[in-house]
């Protein structure tokens, strides 16, 4: 063989090489994404709570995201089984009142320790459906973040009123895992968007009775479809072609630097700045995630 032929050999193969590589990473770096537009979402909706307080917020980006939601599954055009649709009515109670019960929090705390709070719904979800010895590790791990989180010592200055909502939110998180289970199963992908439609039902009343005419502002309207679409659509589609991609467990792993993100969310976008304490918090509530994650069943 030429040598110049075995070069050209030897560059293709790193090409292809290069090619499966970018190939393999896409679906963590669309996660990755993912997850940096829910906390994104996250900051640019208390940014607007001085405007329309957070029962505003949840209105319109339960609004929005079952608008965006429902056109693009079109519910109305499947033949949705008319059995068990009391799930789907516990479905959409669970995720309004998570969103309403969050931005709750999030008007007291900051972003970071809203999200580590509201993250041991379903970290406890995961850890008790397990039940095998190496879990109560990752029990203990949780215990020894919430301890580190909540309103005493150097967090003596944490909100306890956001404390409350935001471990309130991480409940509704676990009942919406476990009722999306079951519509999930029984509805498909449209559940997901009559889901919110659901809670926008229930919230939308709510936003406008406590914010007025506020709520229809010119300015604010297309922040409030913003956030709906960081916190909502995009990373909703993005996770749905990541999970056909990428294996539960590397999915749960990547999923639970969530805390973090927002903590870094809050300090770049908000300038809001965690104590070292409030942080070692947050890794211990990562740490417990990645291992239920790695773990479980």
């Known amino acids: 063989m030429h040598r110049d032929d075995a070069y050209l050999i030897d ?3 790193i090409v292809d090489n290069m090619t499966e590589m970018k190939r ?35 209105a319109w980006r339960l609004g929005f995201s079952a608008i965006i939601l429902l056109l693009v599954f079109q519910p109305w055009k499947r033949n949705l089984p008319k059995k068990n649709r ?21 008007n007291r705390l900051h972003i970071g320790i809203a999200v580590g709070l509201e993250f041991t719904g379903p970290l406890l979800v995961a850890i008790l459906s397990s039940r095998r010895p190496v879990d109560f590790i990752w029990i203990l791990l949780v215990i020894a973040g919430l301890l580190f989180l909540l309103p005493w010592g150097e967090n003596s200055d ?5 404390v ?38 229930i919230y939308f009343p709510v ?37 056909a991609k990428l294996p539960k467990k590397t999915f749960g792993t990547l999923t639970s630097l969530d805390p973090a993100f927002g903590a870094l969310a809050g300090f770049f976008l908000l ?9 070692c918090a947050l890794l211990a509530i990562i740490v417990a995630s990645v291992g239920a994650s790695s773990t479980g069943r």
Do not use: C, H
């Open 11 to 13: 560059f293709r193969e």
């Open 86 to 106: 009391i799930n789907l009515l516990y479905y959409g109670i669970a995720i309004g009142t998570m969103n309403f019960l969050f931005y709750q929090s999030l």
């Open 207 to 243: 936003g406008l009775a406590m914010q007025g005419s506020a709520l229809f502002s010119l300015d604010i309207l297309p922040l409030a479809f913003g956030v709906a679409l960081l916190s909502s659509a995009i990373p909703f589609a993005l996770e749905l072609y990541v999970l």
């Open 158 to 162: 944490v909100d306890p009123i956001g």
């Open 24 to 58: 393999s990473m896409m679906p963590i770096i669309l996660l990755v994404v993912a997850i940096v537009s829910v906390q994104g979402g996250a900051a640019l909706a208390k940014t607007l709570f001085a405007e329309i307080g957070p029962e505003g917020v949840t």
């Open 164 to 201: 409350l909502y935001a471990l309130s939110a991480g409940a509704f998180w676990a009942l919406y895992i476990i009722f999306g289970q079951k519509t999930g199963m029984e509805f498909g992908i449209s559940a997901s968007g009559i889901g919110l439609g659901i809670g926008a039902l």
């Open 271 to 279: 300038n809001e700045v965690l104590t070292v304490t409030q942080w």
